[in-house]
């Protein structure tokens, strides 16, 4: 499990309007530039009710007050 600070969203269609904001604040995409997006939408499918997140940072300011949630990660048996 990881805890993640970030902003955590019950729906896809929510999470990537939370997205759009934060590509719209940052004025992306910028002429002649590759990035398309300020932020990355993550799926927390393990938990339950699965839901999406965006992680806190600089570029999600935009978003207001992040809160403090726990992700159950994948556990990877590599042998």
Known sequence: MQSIN???Y????DALHAQDVCR????LPKPGGTTL???DVQFAGL?????????FCDESQILGIPETFDVIQPDFNIN
């Open 24 to 27: 719209i604040n940052e004025g």
């Open 47 to 55: 938990n339950v009710p699965p839901f999406w997140y965006i992680v």
């Open 6 to 8: 970030g902003y955590k």
């Open 10 to 13: 019950n729906n896809e269609d």
């Open 37 to 39: 997006q300020a932020v």
